[in-house]
């Protein structure tokens, strides 16, 4: 029998867009890092230069009351979404990156693309996307609507009835899937893992 072998986490990578999809990211990224006992970077990518300060400002202020026990580093940088995620990843040497996917099909994704489709495609490491719950997309200044009945609880990956903010299942997916690219990375006859 082979002895199974662990894998470590050091690095999370959340892509925070603003929208009110990222505050469930947001949730399940800073979960992840407080299991791995990881470094959480949020990352917030603007088009212009002139707009990194108020974009810095509005991360610390969204992370900052969320946040205990976990090391957080809020960055900004200027581009395209893709390519500066990947960019950010690659230089702060992150494990893991865990981003919002909006779900759009069809013509939308043609004419818009897809950020996380080319974050998959380019990263130097896993990437973990978390798709929409809800049609809608609103900002996360806007208020949430008022509702009359309290949602049981649920996995914020899979969406399925648990106590957790991940579930069993999904927490085991994201270990085997983050052990599969180390295995693939390894040189021969060489292992970096404890066992």
């Not at 894998?7 to 925070?16: D, G, H, K, S, V």
């Not at 990518?45 to 990194?52: A, G």
């Not at 992370?63 to 893709?82: F, M, Y």
């Amino acid at each position: 029998m082979i002895a199974p072998r662990t894998i470590t986490i050091r690095e999370i990578l959340f892509a925070m867009d603003f929208s009110l999809h990222s505050r469930r990211v947001f949730e399940a990224a800073l979960a992840l890092a407080e299991h791995f006992g990881a470094r959480l970077h949020i990352l917030h990518v603007v088009q212009e230069s002139s707009e990194q300060k108020m974009a810095l400002a509005k991360l610390k202020a969204f992370a900052g009351e969320r946040v205990e026990g976990t090391e957080v580093i809020h960055a900004t940088a200027v581009g395209s979404s893709a390519s500066e995620i990947v960019r950010y990843a690659d230089r702060e040497r992150i494990d893991l990156i865990v981003m919002g996917t909006h779900g759009r099909t069809g013509l939308a994704h043609a004419l818009m693309g897809s950020v996380a489709e080319a974050v998959v495609r380019t990263a130097p490491c896993q990437v973990l996307t978390i798709g929409p719950r809800e049609p809608a997309v609103r900002e996360i200044s806007q208020p949430a609507p008022t509702e009359t009945h309290v949602a049981p609880p649920h996995c914020l990956v899979c969406a399925q009835p648990s106590q957790e903010l991940i579930c069993d299942p999904c927490k085991a997916r994201i270990r085997g899937e983050a052990l599969e690219r180390k295995r693939q990375e390894e040189k021969p006859g060489r292992t970096g893992l404890s066992v």
